[in-house]
C-alpha cells in the first residue's frame, strides 16, 4: 500500500501535489505504475496509471487502451508525446499527462516558437479527440542538472502558447520531481523542501499556485517497503 506526503515549501505557499506512486505493474505486458492524484483539503481523485515503454514485447497501444478501459482507469501519463499512444487514445476519454524530455527543456526555455511546434504537433493535433490534462515539463530536473535553468522558462513559454490557443482552463503546465528535493519529509505535515533545492523549486512553486496547476512528485513506495518490510 502506497503513502501519500503532502509537500509544501519553506514559504507558506499553498500547494496540492500530484503523486506518481511507482513500480505498481498492471501487466506484465506493460511497463508502468499506479498513480494518484491528490489535492489537499479535499478528496483523492481517480487512480490512472502510467504508460512506461521501456520493455520487450509491448502490447499494441489500442490493446492497452483497451485494457485502461476495461479496469476502469480514467488517467494516463506518458513520458513523451508518441504519436501511437495520442491516437489510440482518441475518443477514449482518458485524461492525460505529456512528459516534456528533459533534453528538449533548454530550447523550449529559449524560444517560444518551440514551444509552438510543441503544442501544435502533439497537443493542438489531436485536441479535443484526446483529453490534455497537464505538459509536464521536465522529470525529476535536480538544481543542480544543467536543464534546471530552462525549466521555469519552459514552462512559462509553453503556458503562454496555451493561453494562446484559448486552452489554459482544459491544460495545465507543471513539472515532475523527485523526493531528494525534500529536506524534511516525516511527519508529513512537516515536510519542506532542503536548502539547496528552495531557490529552484520556489519559483516553479510560486508559478503554480498562481495559474492553479499541481506540483508532480514521483515517489517509490516499493523501494521504501524493500528496505524495511516491517514498516
Same mark, same amino acid.
Given at each position: ?5 503532502? !509537500?509544501? +515549501? ?6 496540492? =501535489?500530484?503523486? &506518481? *506512486?511507482?513500480?505498481?505493474? #498492471? ?77 528538449? !527543456?533548454? +530550447? ?6 518551440? =514551444?509552438?511546434? &510543441? *503544442?501544435?504537433?502533439?497537443? #493542438? ?90 506540483? &508532480? ?15
Amino acid at each position: 500500500m502506497a503513502s501519500c506526503c503532502e !509537500i509544501k +515549501s519553506n514559504k507558506p505557499y499553498v500547494v496540492s =501535489a500530484f503523486l &506518481l *506512486l511507482g513500480l505498481l505493474p #498492471l501487466s506484465s505486458n506493460v511497463s508502468s505504475s499506479y498513480l494518484v492524484l491528490i489535492e489537499f483539503e479535499t478528496v483523492v481523485e481517480p487512480i490512472g496509471v502510467c504508460y512506461g515503454r521501456v520493455a520487450k514485447n509491448l502490447p499494441p497501444d489500442p490493446e492497452v487502451i483497451s485494457l485502461y478501459q476495461a479496469n476502469g482507469i480514467t488517467r494516463m501519463r506518458i513520458f513523451y508525446p508518441n504519436p501511437p499512444t495520442l491516437q489510440a487514445l482518441s475518443i477514449s476519454n482518458i485524461e492525460l499527462i505529456i512528459v516534456v524530455q528533459n533534453q528538449d !527543456i533548454q +530550447s523550449l526555455g529559449n524560444d517560444i516558437g518551440a =514551444a509552438t511546434a &510543441l *503544442l501544435e504537433n502533439n497537443v #493542438l493535433n489531436y485536441f479535443p479527440d484526446v483529453k490534455f490534462r497537464y505538459l509536464a515539463v521536465g522529470n525529476e530536473i535536480n538544481p543542480q542538472d544543467a536543464e534546471a535553468k530552462y525549466v521555469l522558462l519552459a514552462m512559462q513559454n509553453i503556458k503562454t502558447t496555451i493561453a494562446s490557443a484559448h486552452l489554459q482552463d482544459q491544460i495545465k503546465v507543471s513539472t515532475a520531481i523527485d523526493m531528494s528535493l525534500l529536506g524534511s519529509s516525516y511527519p508529513p505535515s512537516a515536510g519542506s523542501f532542503s536548502k539547496a533545492a528552495s531557490s529552484y523549486i520556489n519559483l516553479i512553486i510560486t508559478f503554480l499556485a498562481s495559474n492553479g496547476s499541481l506540483l &508532480l512528485a514521483n515517489v517509490y513506495p516499493y523501494f521504501s517497503y524493500i528496505g524495511d518490510t516491517k514498516c
